[in-house]
């Protein structure tokens, strides 16, 4: 069960950068990153806007997507790093 989780948390990350390397000059809330991929399909199980919060987190950690504040509203959206447009290229063609 713990592997399985792991897998899913893996396959949310995967996505989601995929979702913004493939879009670099474009920034995007949690709520239409999630919305996407629901649409998608691309990742197996459920997952929520937490779930993607979490994966933007670690993909930030990582230095692969950035966190772009919205003036004068106090929301954050998120950009792929030139690093994580290279390391979709590499790692998913």
Do not use: W
């Not at 950690?61 to 004068?72: A, E, P, Q, S, T």
């Amino acid at each position: 069960m713990k592997a399985e989780t792991q897998r899913r948390r893996e396959q949310l990350r995967e996505a989601v950068l995929c979702f913004l390397a493939d879009r670099p000059a474009h920034k995007f809330g949690v709520e239409e990153i999630t919305r996407r991929i629901l649409r998608d399909c691309s990742v197996d199980g459920e997952f929520d806007e937490s779930h993607v919060a979490d994966a933007l987190a670690v993909l930030e950690g990582y230095g692969l997507v950035r966190r772009v504040d919205r003036k004068l509203s106090g929301l954050v959206d998120f950009q792929a790093t030139s690093e994580g447009v290279v390391f979709r290229e590499r790692n998913y063609p």
